[in-house]
């Protein structure tokens, strides 16, 4: 359930929480934070799936690498009526 949802679970065994602590720091020092707002505000309560692409610019003998994690689709929730 995480992962559809973009989310993601540190599993541990053991007791190796260094190392999961370790990779759960690391991503959070090269995280960033995107959100768009979609063309029409269509408010269906459908699900809507997302795209995301990246552009890697090519470096001579040292090349950068990502890992791209995102959502794979979002709900545009119905609007409920005020009481």
Request: zero cysteines; aromatic letters at 4%.
């Amino acid at each position: 359930m995480p992962g559809r949802r973009g989310g993601e679970i540190a599993d541990v065994r053991g007791s190796d929480y260094g190392t999961a602590l370790e990779r759960v720091i690391g991503d959070l020092r090269g995280r960033y934070n995107l959100a768009f707002v979609p063309e029409t505000d269509r408010r269906d309560g459908k699900v809507h799936r997302l795209t995301v692409n990246v552009a890697v610019p090519k470096q001579k003998g040292n090349p950068r690498q990502l890992e791209v994690r995102t959502r794979q689709a979002y709900v545009a929730a119905v609007p409920q009526p005020v009481k």
